[in-house]
């Protein structure tokens, strides 16, 4: 996974910055009444996001990812996130101890056995009523041409398992069938990226 991400992670923002930064700024947006709450950003990369929402004045920050090489990107600058480099699918947090959990981008590139053991995780680690906010792919009837040219883009580039996983995930519906209605309620969803990235935001079911 070091190696893995080894290259991409002293790119990513930068080669990213357009078309990643409305989509920031959507879910700061999302997430604004959550100031005091503990959020954590599961497959958090460079923790790009997670230093908005610092800027903003959000005081519990967590991040995990597997990668050091990410994770190395998201310890620089003035801020006072948490760092923890750990599996998302079996964190060491204890049961309900987050508000909020991010999953920005993480799960098209999963195989359908870690996609679900991570919903399974995030569950746990949420508390009653907590709050999943999922960014990822949609691929729909209200996705553009050129939403669609994008974004297969950007995974092409990606290549291997992850390209591989993300045409998976593409065949098989997505995110709906991944975030099954017995863990988690759908609360609210909006569009970026020409229709083709999704905003949702779910609530934990008991
Ligand atoms: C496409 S990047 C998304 C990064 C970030 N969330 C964003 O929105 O830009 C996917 C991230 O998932 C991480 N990752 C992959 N498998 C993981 C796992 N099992 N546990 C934790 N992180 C993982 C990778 O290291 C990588 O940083």
Redesign the pocket.
Known sequence: ?KKE?GFTAKI?DPMLYLA?NPIRKAVLKELIDHRESRIL??????G??LKMLSRNGFKSLHC????ES?LEVARRGDHSINVHR????RTGFGDGEFDVVIL???LH??DRK?QLEIIQEAHRILGDDGTLLV?DFIFDERTSGPGRFGATMIERMAGGEHYRNFKGYKQSGGLSEIIGEKMFRHANSIRRAYGAVTISTYRRSP
């Open positions: 996974m991400y990513y990643l950003d599961l497959c958090c990369g460079t790009n996001q995990l990812d597997l990668s990410m750990e599996d998302a699918a920005s981008f993480a590139e999963k870690t960014v």
